[in-house]
């Protein structure tokens, strides 16, 4: 029943013409008259796109470029490395030696070595090799372990004359030789690895006096309170030395101008009193 009605109704309907103009876009052959029914309508057929490959092939050849002539780098030869030879360390020379006679005396031997230098003279004869001297040396060895107290102490008497000599000459050495000779010895002891000499204290010197606070620390280690420090020894924070600066510093910090006056006084005034005395001193030397 459905079919001959819509038949009927379908072959009433008028049939549609399309008429496309050729400047239009789409050609005559695309849209072809075509009818129109209720249950299907006919595709239009559009033409064939050209395919992307063929396309792009054809922009390619117009855009290519013909490949440019790369130009020939010569790369520069580069110089061989000259090895430079290490320079070599220019040692400066070493300091002269200083003559005996000014440089200072040399200190007495022990008892021991002067025993031992008296058998050598005795039997200098007789020493020919280092095998000559070994046996010497054994036999003053063996020699010296046999005596008493009272065949060694001639030796010990004659090493105390010559340690009073020595003390005599070192103090005039040191009271007339000149720091440039001091300096040449000292820079060549130092080429030898050896330790430099020095001057040493003599009893004519005028040491610098003490501070004020050194002065109170002083005071204060001889006080009831630094004795029982000391002898309280070594504690948590220190000997018993540290423990008394520790406490003298605190009580100085504490205390007045007026309690700190007489250790100020006594110091300026010793330091008056060596100022005095290193110049007159000074004027007499020279």
């Known amino acids: 029943m459905f079919s001959l009605f819509a038949r009927r109704i379908v072959s009433g309907l008028p049939v549609l013409r399309i008429n496309v103009s050729s400047s239009s876009a789409l050609t005559s052959s695309a849209f072809a008259a075509t009818r129109r029914t209720f249950f299907t309508t006919r595709r239009i057929q559009l033409p064939v796109a050209a395919s992307k490959s063929a396309s792009t092939a054809v922009k390619k050849t117009k855009t ?7 130009k020939p780098t010569t790369k520069a030869k580069s110089k061989p490395k000259s090895r430079a030879t290490p320079k070599e360390k220019i040692e400066p020379p070493r300091p002269k030696m200083v003559p005996k006679s000014q440089r200072p005396p040399s200190r007495p031997p022990n008892a021991y070595l002067l025993f031992f230098s008296r058998l050598v ?9 280092t095998t000559d001297t070994q046996a010497v040396a054994q036999q003053a060895a063996a020699a010296w372990k046999g005596f008493t107290l009272a065949e060694k102490q001639p030796f010990y008497d004659e090493v105390e004359v010559l340690k009073k000599q020595y003390e005599e000459r070192l103090h005039d050495y040191w009271k007339t030789t000149p720091p440039q000779i001091v300096r040449k010895i000292n820079a060549r002891r ?32 001889q006080s009831d309170d630094g004795r029982a420090i000391q002898e309280a020894g070594a504690t948590i924070t220190g ?13 100085w910090r504490a205390m007045s101008a007026s309690d700190k006056a007489p250790y100020m006084e006594a110091s300026q005034k010793a330091h008056a009193d060596w100022q005095a005395n290193k110049s007159a001193s000074a004027s007499e030397s020279s």
């Open 190 to 221: 130092k080429a030898d690895g050896k330790k430099k000499i020095h001057r040493p204290r003599q009893e004519g010197d005028h040491t610098r006096p003490m501070g004020a606070f050194f002065r109170f620390i002083g005071n204060f280690r």
């Open 64 to 70: 290519k470029a013909a490949p440019k002539k790369a």
């Open 239 to 251: 000997r018993g030395a540290v423990n008394v600066a520790r406490e003298a510093g605190k009580r």
């Open 121 to 129: 003279q005795g039997q200098k004869d007789n020493i020919k090799s």
